[in-house]
């Protein structure tokens, strides 16, 4: 298990999605992630609420570095293999946060949940979960 830092992971995002999007991790650990992402006109669908697409990309990146610092010893990375959400609600403004946790580690696959919540009602908008396959070193 490899320890990193909130401003590890957001220098991990500078000219990528992550960093498009403004991904901002405030918390890091192998338990838990945190982050705030501002809503801008950008990340917004054309009828003015947040983009699905922006929701899904906020918790799978919170997934996936979450699934960094837990892959095993000896394995040389991941992918993604199946991502579900769910959309309760949504933002117009303001922020949004979103917590990531591990439900399953394991040597050949992980799972991890994720909540995104308006910053400003505390209201929840959206759940997530995805399956990450462990790649290891072909022999």
């Given at each position: 298990m490899t320890?990193?830092?909130?401003?590890?992971?957001?220098?991990?995002?500078?000219?990528?999605?992550?960093?498009?999007?403004?991904?901002?991790?405030?918390?890091?650990?192998?338990?838990?992630i945190?982050?705030?992402?501002?809503?801008?006109?950008?990340?917004?669908?054309?009828?003015?609420?947040?983009?699905?697409?922006?929701?899904?990309?906020?918790?799978?990146?919170l997934c996936?570095?979450?699934?960094?610092?837990?892959?095993?010893?000896?394995?040389?990375?991941?992918?993604?293999i199946?991502?579900?959400?769910?959309?309760l609600?949504t933002?117009?403004e303001?922020?949004?946060?979103?917590?990531?946790?591990?439900?399953?580690?394991?040597?050949?696959?992980?799972v991890?949940?994720?909540?995104?919540t308006?910053?400003?009602?505390?209201?929840?908008?959206?759940?997530?979960?995805?399956?990450?396959?462990?790649?290891?070193?072909?022999?």
């Amino acid at each position: 298990m490899t320890k990193y830092t909130p401003e590890e992971f957001n220098k991990f995002g500078v000219g990528a999605l992550p960093g498009l999007i403004g991904i901002d991790f405030t918390s890091v650990t192998p338990e838990l992630i945190k982050a705030r992402t501002p809503v801008r006109p950008e990340l917004l669908a054309p009828n003015g609420y947040l983009h699905a697409g922006t929701v899904v990309s906020i918790a799978d990146t919170l997934c996936g570095y979450g699934t960094i610092i837990n892959l095993p010893e000896g394995s040389n990375g991941f992918t993604t293999i199946e991502l579900k959400s769910n959309f309760l609600g949504t933002a117009r403004e303001g922020a949004v946060l979103c917590e990531a946790r591990p439900v399953h580690l394991g040597r050949t696959t992980q799972v991890w949940d994720a909540d995104v919540t308006n910053e400003d009602t505390g209201r929840k908008i959206a759940t997530f979960r995805c399956t990450q396959m462990v790649l290891w070193p072909k022999p």
